[in-house]
C-alpha cells in the first residue's frame, strides 16, 4: 500500500471546500445528500466545515462487488432519501471514477423535483470518465489507481484508515 494523500492535506481541502460551499449556498435552503457507503468519512467531515443552516440527508449506491476493482451492476436505494422537493441538494460521493455512479444518481434525485442538483466528490480519478457530466466540486484530482481509505473501501476494509493511499496487484 502506498500513502498518496495525508489527513492532514485532506483537512486541508475539505475545510476548503466547506467555505467554498458555505459562500455559494448563502441564503439557500441546502441538502448535503452523501452516498452510501464511500461518502460517509467526508460527510461528518465536510457537514461540519459549511456554516450554514442545512440538512443532511443520504442515499445508497453501490457499483463495487466483494473483492473486484471493475465496477459490477448499479444497485442505488433510496429508502433513506428525505425531502428534497424545492432544495438546493449538494450530493457528495468519495471518488468520481467512470463517473455511471454520481450521473445516474443525478437522474434519480431529480425525480424528487428538487431547485438544483450540484456534485461533490473528493477523488476524481484522471481520464476515466464515461459520462459527460463533471463534478461541480472536485478535492483532489488522482491518476487511474485504485485507492483505499477515508471512506474508500476494498472488500469493504480500509475504509477508516485517515489517508488516501494506493493499492497495488500485490496487496488484492
Ligand atoms: P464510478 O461510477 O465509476 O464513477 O465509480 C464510483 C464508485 O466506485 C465510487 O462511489 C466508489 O465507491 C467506487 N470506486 C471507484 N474507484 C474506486 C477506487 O479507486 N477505490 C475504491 N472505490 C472506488
Ligand atoms: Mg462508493
Redesign the pocket.
Known amino acids: 500500500m502506498r500513502p498518496l494523500i495525508t489527513s492532514s492535506e485532506i483537512e486541508q481541502e475539505v475545510a476548503k471546500l466547506g467555505s467554498t460551499i458555505a459562500d455559494d449556498y448563502q441564503g439557500r435552503r441546502l441538502t448535503v445528500l452523501g452516498?452510501l457507503t464511500?461518502s460517509i468519512v467526508l460527510l461528518a467531515d465536510l457537514i461540519r466545515r459549511i456554516d450554514l443552516p442545512l440538512q443532511v440527508g443520504l442515499i445508497q449506491?453501490a457499483?463495487?462487488r466483494g473483492r473486484t476493482?471493475t465496477?459490477g451492476p448499479?444497485a442505488i436505494n433510496q429508502d433513506f432519501l428525505p425531502e428534497i422537493r424545492d432544495r438546493n441538494v449538494l450530493l457528495i460521493?468519495?471518488?468520481?471514477?467512470?463517473?455511471?455512479?454520481?450521473s445516474r444518481l443525478v437522474e434519480i434525485v431529480q425525480q424528487a423535483k428538487p431547485a438544483e442538483i450540484r456534485t461533490a466528490v473528493l477523488l476524481l480519478?484522471k481520464g476515466?470518465s464515461t459520462v459527460e457530466m463533471r463534478p461541480d466540486y472536485v478535492c483532489f484530482p488522482i491518476p487511474d489507481?485504485?485507492?483505499?481509505g477515508y471512506g474508500?473501501?476494498?472488500n469493504d476494509e480500509y475504509r477508516h484508515l485517515p489517508y488516501i493511499a494506493a493499492l497495488d496487484e500485490s496487496d488484492l
Open positions: 452516498v464511500g449506491a457499483s463495487y476493482t465496477p448499479l460521493d468519495d471518488i468520481f471514477d467512470t463517473g455511471q455512479t454520481l480519478k476515466r489507481e485504485f485507492v483505499v474508500l473501501d476494498y
